[in-house]
């Protein structure tokens, strides 16, 4: 398989993250693509919310993007072009759940990120695209209850929750020379999910 590393980082911290870049482009002798995958999503409702949980949110969806993209420039203009990726959601983009309405709304931010850094970054033969998962099976998600997880994949049509390779698949996409053309762009990745208007389609299928 391909060799593989890690380090610790900070993605709200310019210094930690500049240093995350660097350490990998010395180890791996450069820098082609930046995967901006790091999220959280605590459900607290706005009544309950104190802000300083949004501005974590904030800083571990949105601001970590920009300083991961920001970071990556000077090594992607030294490599002659690159590729970004960026892990969004339907959850604000398309949808909406009580209790997220940070998460939401940072999530919304990625992509209004991408349509001006698609401009910005072309200069530097870089696309920027992002993968808007849907529900994924994940540990998070675990903690949530198998009746819980049942009923969300009942809701879907494929019937199924997804996985992290259906997600990695559409990363992979948009990091392979095939979508050298496309950039600016999203692409929904949860078997449906968002599509049916009612439960009773649903039952109809």
């Known amino acids: 398989g391909a060799d593989a590393d890690f380090c610790q980082c900070d993605v709200s911290d310019w210094e930690s993250v500049q240093n995350m870049v660097a350490t990998t482009a010395e180890k791996f002798g450069g820098l082609n693509v930046m995967c901006a ?3 959280g999503f605590p459900q607290t409702k706005m009544v309950d919310m104190d802000p300083s949980e949004w501005d974590q949110v904030m800083a ?6 920009f300083l991961c993209v920001k970071a990556s420039i000077p090594h992607f203009e030294k490599a002659g072009g690159g590729r970004v990726v960026l892990t969004s959601s339907i959850t604000g983009p398309v ?8 998460y939401g ?3 919304s931010g990625q992509l209004g990120f991408l349509k001006t ?12 695209n992002a993968v808007m998962p849907g529900n994924i ?5 675990q903690d949530l209850g198998q009746d819980y997880l049942d009923t969300m994949a009942a809701s879907i049509p494929l019937k199924r929750l997804g996985n992290v390779a259906d997600i990695g698949n559409a990363a992979l996409f948009f990091a392979s020379d095939e979508a050298g053309y496309i950039t600016g762009q999203t692409i929904i990745v949860d078997g449906g999910q968002i599509i049916p208007e009612s439960l009773e389609a649903i039952e109809e299928i």
């Open 37 to 39: 995958n790091a999220g």
């Open 105 to 107: 709304a940072s999530k």
């Open 95 to 102: 949808t909406g759940f009580p209790g997220w309405s940070h």
């Open 137 to 141: 099976y994940t540990e998070g998600l």
């Open 60 to 65: 571990t969806n949105l601001k970590s993007a």
């Open 117 to 128: 850094a698609c401009m910005e970054l072309s200069r530097y033969n870089v696309t920027i």
